[in-house]
């Protein structure tokens, strides 16, 4: 019995597999077009047509945390909790109705510099569901009655902040490193301006920097008349704020202990913005001081070199890895760590020396071309997502004006040399450094003492 029914299955996998070969070839798909314009009212657009069942749109706003003033402190924050309320024409049913019937959905994110809007939606509807993306965007009512509705959310998300150190050790550093305006505005609202957002607030806001010079639209997946008469469409303003002053690093130290079991800390000089030479430079130094591993659990002992020299001085556990964010005008470089308590300072120390090391010393050859290699699988495996892909080139438009492709980016890490990434460490050691740590810090080391 057992080997009639397998006989059986056999034979229907043959013919199965017969049936397929006699088929017609398939048709080859046309290579995908990349098409960037400018709306009537000076949004940029920027649609890449590439036959894929599900598009994907992203409204990016040049309106990040960094541009709220000292009334407004976390107003970004409460714009993203609110993203989804009642739109001039559509009311908050009817949004989330719409999105589950059609099988798309919209998120808001935000960072320091940007608030971003994305939209993915099966193809066929992204006709029907650009309105929606760009009602949450720039048509919301903000009703008294939704926002306050909204505030256990906001609590919500800062409790929760208060129980992940890794997450607000990142927002002190960038405190540490910018004070309390501009690039060292949090991501998140602080506690005492839970229950001060109202309506106007929100809307002066919006009012201000939701203008037609600092609004970029990126898609996928979808004809780009579509997207573009969208964006014609769009009543929005020239702005009208005058150009701010770029972004300078400060340098210093915040230090909060807490009932932590563990030290989490970050040590911080000045890096590069996204738009300077010295980019590639420094997101080499980052793979070679020791950026994450490749490999998952891996001890990444060989490239890593902060853990190379750590595993030799001792046996407790710890986590260190480089750290590398860049903006439009600044950026900041340094490493961040995890350790038990009583292994703060040999961590944070070895760290320094790590650093140091690179940039007294060029690197060798062999390590300079392993590092670039990281670099670059890095940047090719991020073009090969496609939410990363549309992000990134909604943010390039509002940075940059233009779109970089793929194959200039990649020439730029191999253009790297052992000089550029010795002049990056000089560059962040000669800066006064930034120190963060929170927990049990009683051990770690204080920025002055490096």
Not at 39 to 49: F, H, L, M, P, S
Not at 92 to 103: N, S
Not at 372 to 386: D, G, H, L, M, W
Not at 429 to 450: H, Q, R, T
Request: charged content about 20%.
């Amino acid at each position: 019995m057992a080997q009639r029914i397998a006989t059986r299955a056999l034979q229907t996998r043959l013919y199965s597999a017969s049936v397929g070969t006699s088929a017609s070839p398939a048709t080859a798909l046309p290579a995908s077009q990349l098409v960037v314009a400018k709306a009537r009212n000076g949004i940029q657009v920027a649609t890449e047509e590439n036959d894929s069942s599900l598009s994907r749109v992203v409204c990016a706003v040049k309106a990040g945390s960094r541009y709220e003033d000292s009334q407004q402190r976390g107003v970004t924050h409460c714009l993203r909790v609110t993203a989804d309320l009642t739109q001039r024409q559509t009311r908050t049913f009817r949004l989330v109705r719409e999105l589950q019937q059609m099988g798309g959905s919209i998120t808001c994110t935000t960072s320091r510099e940007h608030i971003l809007y994305t939209l993915e939606v099966p193809r066929q509807l992204v006709g029907s569901a650009l309105p929606l993306l760009t009602g949450a965007a720039f048509n919301q009512s903000f009703r008294p009655w939704e926002i306050g509705d909204s505030l256990p959310r906001l609590e919500y998300e800062l409790l929760a902040l208060s129980e992940q150190p890794d997450k607000r050790v990142v927002e002190k550093a960038h405190e540490a490193a910018y004070r309390q305006s501009g690039l060292g505005r949090s991501l998140y609202a602080p506690y005492f301006q839970v229950g001060q957002f109202s309506s106007d607030m929100l809307k002066e806001y919006v009012g201000k920097y939701f203008t037609s010079d600092r609004i970029s639209f990126a898609g996928s997946g979808l004809d780009h008349s579509l997207l573009l008469d969208a964006a014609n469409n769009l009543e929005v303003k020239a702005s009208e704020v005058p150009a701010q002053p770029a972004a300078r690093y400060h340098g210093g130290e915040i230090r909060e202990e807490t009932e932590d079991l563990l030290a989490y800390s970050m040590l911080v000089g000045e890096g590069a913005s996204c738009t300077g030479s010295d980019v590639m430079a420094f997101a080499a130094l980052e793979q070679l001081l020791g950026a994450a591993p490749q490999i998952r659990w891996a001890s990444n002992v060989t490239s890593n070199r902060m853990n190379a020299a750590l595993t030799q001085k001792t046996s407790e556990p710890f986590n260190v890895q480089s750290f590398n964010v860049n903006y439009s005008d600044s950026g900041i470089f340094g490493v961040s760590a995890v350790t038990v308590p009583e292994n703060s300072d040999v961590v944070i120390k070895t760290a320094v020396e790590q650093l140091r090391a690179l940039a007294d010393t060029p690197v060798d050859a062999v390590a300079l071309q392993g590092a670039k290699n990281r670099v670059k699988a890095t940047i090719a495996f991020q073009e090969e997502c496609p939410s990363d892909v549309v992000y990134s080139r909604a943010i390039q438009l509002l940075t940059k004006g233009s779109l970089t492709d793929l194959k200039s980016t990649l020439s730029a890490v191999d253009a790297v040399s052992a000089a550029d990434v010795q002049q990056a460490a000089k560059k962040t050691l000669s800066s006064k450094l930034s120190l963060v740590s929170i927990g049990e810090i009683e051990n770690v080391p204080y920025v002055a003492d490096l």
